[in-house]
């Protein structure tokens, strides 16, 4: 990753480089189209854990045993089960190379520009949370995302044919969950519907011009969605009547991932064409 990302700043100032000894004369002001790819990757759940509600009550309780040991005593890792014991290791969230395009309006006056600007994204993006059981048993959720949009307010200052900004606003994306298990024993019971999320992106970058109509640049992007809660409610199934899932007092148990958050933080490189 840290590889993929010096490339493309050392490409865009390689590109950016023989038009930056001379100046343009045109401005900043108008409608422009442009293209972008770079790479996302998640923020980190470090802590992130599982939670439980074993009597229907609304409220976190801990699954224990008939004996009264917490059920979920191995713990938890922010990715997903290796194996289905917690001795198995946990492989980490998926990252992704991304790219999409882009459409805005810029207005100068004097040396700040101000404008706004919608884009689309499409990358591949996965967040896990896996708990693990005593039994010994893995429970893992997951988050994907493969289609992300925006549309922000962008201001900077110029000079030259150099543009320095800052960008903020709505963000949206299309978040897909779902729920494995190696427990074969109880039922399980979900919704695996897509949802649709909505949350806010900040950032900033540089754009220079290399003719009157095209510009490259620079972009990073910090986003942050909130997901719909994901429940999965334990059931029976061919589980004994003391199953730790069973004796809360409501005969299952909801389960849900404690974070309801899905924050990614984004580089790319830009080209765009004004007109």
Same mark, same amino acid.
């Given at each position: 990753m840290?590889?993929?990302?010096?490339?493309?700043?050392?490409?865009?100032?390689?590109?950016?480089?023989?038009?930056?000894?001379?100046?343009?004369?045109?401005?900043?002001?108008g409608p422009y189209?442009?293209?972008h790819g770079g790479y996302t990757f998640n923020?980190?759940?470090?802590?992130?854990?599982?939670?439980?509600?074993?009597n229907g009550d609304g409220n976190r309780d801990v699954v224990r045993t008939a004996a009264g040991v917490n059920a979920f005593g191995p713990g938890f890792c922010d990715g997903r089960a290796n194996t289905g014991a917690a001795s198995g290791g946990c492989e980490g969230d998926? %990252?992704?190379?991304?790219?999409? $395009?882009?459409? !805005?309006?810029?207005r100068q006056?004097? +040396?700040v520009v101000f404008g706004v600007v919608a884009d689309y994204t499409h990358g591949k993006l996965r967040n896990y949370v896996t708990g693990f059981s005593t039994t010994p048993a893995s429970y893992t959720f997951t988050r994907t995302v493969r289609n992300q949009a925006s549309l922000r307010a962008r201001a900077g200052i110029t000079s030259g044919d150099g543009l320095l900004y800052a960008t903020g606003g709505l963000a949206y994306g299309r978040i897909q969950n779902r729920f494995t298990t190696s427990n074969t024993a109880n039922a399980f019971n979900f919704d695996g519907d897509d949802d649709h999320a909505f949350g806010y992106v900040a950032g900033g970058g540089y754009e220079h011009k290399l003719t009157d109509a095209i510009s490259v640049g620079l972009e990073y992007q910090y986003r942050n969605l909130k997901? %719909?809660?994901?429940?999965?409610? $334990?059931?029976? !199934?061919?589980?004994?009547?003391?199953? +730790?899932?069973?004796?809360?007092g409501a005969g299952s148990t909801d389960m849900e991932r404690l974070n309801g958050r899905f924050k990614t933080h984004g580089v790319n490189a830009n080209v765009n064409f004004r007109f």
């Open positions: 840290r590889a993929f990302l010096s490339a493309l700043v050392i490409g865009t100032a390689v590109i950016a480089a023989p038009a930056m000894a001379q100046s343009t004369t045109t401005t900043w002001d189209v442009g293209v923020e980190s759940d470090r802590g992130e854990t599982l939670v439980f509600d074993t998926q %990252d992704s190379i991304t790219g999409g $395009v882009k459409i !805005g309006y810029d006056m004097g +040396p997901a %719909d809660d994901f429940d999965v409610n $334990v059931a029976r !199934g061919s589980a004994a009547a003391n199953n +730790p899932f069973l004796i809360g």
